[in-house]
Every structure is written in C-alpha cells, then in structure tokens.
C-alpha cells in the first residue's frame, strides 16, 4: 500500500483529517461502520453539482436534454472508474481478500466508488472549491474521451419519439 501522503500529493489536497481519507478507502468489508458508503453517497452528489454547473457553462444554450446526456456520460460508472485507474485509487483500497478484484465488473465498481468516496471526503474536510478542482482536473479534463461513447439504442428511442 502507498503512502497516504503520496495520494495527497497525487490528489492535490492535503486532509486535515486523515480519517476521512482513511475512511473513503475502506470496503465495507473490511470494516461495517467505517467505510466509504457514505461517502459514496455524498461524492456522488457534489459530482453532480460541479460537473452539472461546468456543463452549463459550456453550453449556454444546451438545453435540459443536452446537459442530461453529456452529465450521464461523464458520471457513469465505467468513466468514473476509468479516472479512479488513472489515480491507482485501488492501491490504497483496504478490503478483504473474500472480495475477488480479478472480477472485471467488482474492479470497476470499487474503482468508482474510491473516487467517488474522497471526493465526498474531500468535501467535508475542506468543502466545494477542492472537490470542484480534482473534478476539473480529472474527470472534466477528459470529458472529450467521456463523450466519445455513443448510446446508439438511447439515440434510436430519441429518434423514434420525436
């Protein structure tokens, strides 16, 4: 396991409570009432704010369905956990070993709920500007490669619905 100061630096944020960092990279299965759920959960949410507010600067004119479309791609499981990857996340990941990583889909899975976890972390040790500049960095830095992936079915029931 790499050192937490090393994440931080990779990160760009340095945690005045170390536990919270501890905490959102911890499986529920290595500890039932201190791990990243939680944090999951809010990461998920502030996300959504600063990618949904980067988009409508973006886009000015882009209407709901646009906006909805583009957050969709950049929020996704896949995409998220493709960023967590990037970041070696899963390095720092404290789970047990009945937790089989080799599967592709519980690899992705954990990859994006790390990522999803510090950013929630990050946001209660230091609130929105830092979540807002790992986003930024990250995840709207390859928004291009995000918004690569077609939905072809979505985009034959759009068509047939207009």
């Not at 791990?35 to 990461?43: A, S």
């Not at 490669?145 to 759009?158: C, F, H």
Request: net charge neutral.
């Amino acid at each position: 396991m790499k050192s937490f100061k090393a994440l931080s630096k990779l990160l760009g944020y340095e945690f005045k409570n170390e536990l919270l960092l501890r905490q959102s990279l911890t499986h529920s299965s290595y500890s039932k009432f201190e791990n990243y759920e939680r944090l999951e959960f809010l990461g998920d949410t502030v996300i959504d704010i600063i990618i949904s507010r980067e988009l409508m600067r973006e886009f000015p004119e882009g209407d709901e369905g646009l906006l909805t479309q583009r957050r969709a791609a950049l929020v996704r499981k896949s995409f998220l956990a493709k960023i967590s990857k990037m970041l070696d996340l899963i390095d720092y990941i404290k789970i047990e070993a009945s937790v089989n990583m080799k599967i592709e889909k519980i690899a992705e899975k954990q990859q994006a709920n790390l990522y999803e976890a510090i950013i929630g972390a990050i946001y209660l040790d230091g609130g929105i500007e830092p979540c807002r500049n790992l986003i930024l960095d990250t995840v709207w830095a390859h928004r291009a490669e995000a918004w690569k992936t077609t939905n072809y079915k979505g985009k034959l029931i759009e068509y047939c619905h207009i």
